[in-house]
């Protein structure tokens, strides 16, 4: 069997107002908007969508909602720049909550951490390939 990650989708209370704050914050572009505005798809070799948490509801079982005040969910969306603190600045700018700043790692890499606005973690770092 074959197969791949197709994209990945974060449900959040306004899905055009989190593709417009990805798009302000890292520069993402919109690929499409449903008819409903309740689903919105950024462009990228993979996917980043957002459903609108009540359109979201109507299929699936309770989910823990994206919240500023909340923990982190136990996952992290990677947005990779070949200036990881000049996009963790505009991040910052844009409304993304610090979490850590630019740093280096022992192999290589420049890593910072923020939330977004419904306070999904969001990894800024620099490209890397594994060995």
């Known amino acids: 069997m074959n197969t791949g990650l197709g994209g990945v989708i974060v449900y959040v209370p306004d899905a055009v107002e989190a593709a417009a704050f990805y798009e302000r914050a890292f520069g993402f572009e919109r690929r499409f908007v449903s008819?409903?505005?309740?689903?919105?798809?950024?462009?990228?070799?993979?996917?980043?969508?957002?459903?609108?948490?009540?359109f979201a509801q109507k299929g699936?079982?309770?989910?823990?909602?994206?919240?500023?005040?909340?923990r982190p969910?136990?996952?992290?969306i990677i947005v990779t720049s070949e200036d990881v603190d000049a996009a963790f600045t505009r991040a910052v700018k844009a409304g993304a909550a610090p979490v850590s700043?630019?740093?280096?790692?022992?192999?290589?890499?420049?890593?910072?951490?923020?939330?977004?606005?419904?306070?999904?973690?969001?990894?800024?770092?620099?490209?890397?390939?594994?060995?």
Do not use: M
């Open 101 to 131: 700043e630019p740093h280096d790692k022992p192999w290589g890499q420049r890593v910072s951490y923020v939330r977004d606005l419904n306070g999904v973690l969001v990894e800024i770092c620099s490209p890397w390939t594994s060995p």
């Open 73 to 76: 969910a136990g996952f992290e």
């Open 60 to 70: 699936l079982p309770e989910i823990a909602k994206n919240r500023p005040g909340n």
């Open 35 to 54: 008819g409903g505005k309740e689903y919105c798809e950024l462009k990228g070799s993979v996917p980043l969508g957002f459903v609108q948490e009540d």
